[in-house]
């Protein structure tokens, strides 16, 4: 029986297309305009450029995680169909059921240890204890959460929200920072991320730019800082323009340790000139006291601070006279000595300054040669933060030392010419 061959030749394929009814609708044209970028799920290098050029609002969390949320959409992060993934989430449970019981244990025992009666010689050995165990139950606390990956997810998703949010109300911007910055987790991931680059470069500008020791011998920051003029962010050494920093800033400090402290805020240029002397004095731009910060509570407009309970000095708009170079602003943020009862934890933990008292005294009260180690030492404050910008002369500052009522505004410093001595001058000059 003969086979029939097949054949691949233009005369069959036509014979068996098949065309389509008139009828049938042809698929839209392609839109030139490309597709909304999702923030939360692009995951290539150029679709984040091109989001942050088209929106201004940059990638949420690291490029793998969204590129995972991206290949299964619609599933809670925690139903995630990674097989990994649920194995060890479910090793992970099983930690930290053992940690809470751990926490309970903890607690119970600090309970029978404050109930205990002592005698008034050991008073001081059990505060002693019982700081110990509370110190050891908030590590626990976190070791209990470190590695739970819903957690570190909610924490990536809203870093940075709080300093986005700074412009509004303090309410809200409180409401955004982090989420759930009373918690101990939450206070030891963001303590970590601060500590491994932005105060790296804090210190840098602080010892680069002498502002440690020419304000204060030594500063160690455990409490991060972001300055703000109106909507302006300032980085750590920044030269603002006179007009812009006239009005007072607006500050976020964020601490990293439980409770609720009062602060001192300080504002130092320690590069007045001084032509009888040829050197440098200081001068206090600002001076507040009684300020209270938590984990939750950081934003502080110091234009707004009370002038009778806090505000010592109020702002003097910064300024560099023509001829001079740029002028060092530094702001140190300084706690306040911790109340007698320490195991007290209602209220703030910090003692209050008496701010009628300073005022009457007038001590501290001249901006002129105003010397913060010795205000310092007297009220026996220990620096904490501390940020720092520049202001140069430009063409506002005439009108900025007007509207503040400071003279000198047309006044040009000018350098001294130094005479070269008898050796080095020119030949028959030498002897005139």
């Known amino acids: 029986m003969p086979v029939r061959s097949f054949t691949t030749s233009r005369a069959a394929l036509l014979e068996t297309t098949t065309t389509e009814p008139a009828s049938a609708q042809a698929p839209p044209p392609p839109s030139d305009k490309p597709a909304a970028l999702n923030p939360e799920l692009v995951s290539k290098p150029a679709q984040e450029r091109r989001l942050v050029n088209e929106t201004g609002q940059q990638p949420v969390a690291s490029r793998r995680r969204r590129h995972m949320l991206k290949q299964a959409q619609n599933i809670p992060f925690e139903q995630l169909p990674f097989q990994c993934f649920q194995e060890a989430r479910k090793v992970l449970q099983e930690d930290r059921k053992e940690k809470l019981e751990d926490i309970k244990m903890q607690r119970e025992r600090i309970e029978k240890l404050e109930a205990k009666q002592v005698a008034p010689q050991d008073e001081g050995n059990k505060n002693h204890r019982l700081r110990s165990m509370r110190h050891r139950l908030e590590h626990t606390k976190i070791l209990a959460d470190i590695n739970d990956p819903i957690v570190k997810k909610t924490f990536e998703d809203k870093q940075g929200m709080s300093l986005n949010m700074i412009c509004c109300s303090s309410a809200e911007a409180n409401n955004i920072n982090l989420g759930d910055m009373n918690k101990p987790i939450y206070r030891h991931l963001a303590d970590n991320k601060w500590r491994s680059y932005k105060r790296q470069v804090l210190m840098q500008r602080l010892t680069q730019m002498n502002v440690v020791p020419d304000v204060m011998p030594t500063i160690d920051p455990v409490v991060s800082t972001q300055l703000m003029f109106g909507r302006r962010k300032v980085q750590h050494g920044e030269i603002v323009d006179s007009r812009v920093s006239e009005l007072a800033p607006t500050i976020k400090i964020q601490p990293y340790d439980q409770g ?23 001068r206090c731009h600002y001076l507040a006291s009684n300020i209270r ?140």
């Open 293 to 432: 910060i938590s984990p939750t509570e950081t934003i502080v407009r110091l234009g707004e601070l009370s002038d009778e309970s806090q505000v010592i000095l109020p702002w003097l708009a910064p300024y560099s006279q023509k001829g001079l170079p740029y002028q060092r602003l530094a702001l140190v943020i300084m706690e306040q000595p911790a109340r007698e009862a320490a195991a007290d934890t209602t209220g703030p933990r910090s003692q209050e300054v008496d701010v009628a008292t300073i005022k009457a005294a007038k001590r501290y009260t001249k901006r002129h040669n105003f010397i913060l180690r010795s205000f310092a030492q007297y009220q026996k404050l220990t620096p904490v933060g501390a940020d720092l910008f520049r202001t140069a002369y430009d063409e506002g500052t005439a009108g900025v030392m007007e509207r503040a009522g400071v003279p000198g505004g047309n006044v040009e410093f000018k350098r001294k010419k130094v005479e070269p001595l008898p050796y080095q001058r020119l030949k028959g000059s030498r002897y005139r």
């Open 260 to 282: 609720e402290r009062l602060y001192t805020i300080a504002v130092i240029d320690p590069d007045v000139p001084n032509v009888e002397k040829d050197g440098y004095d200081f």
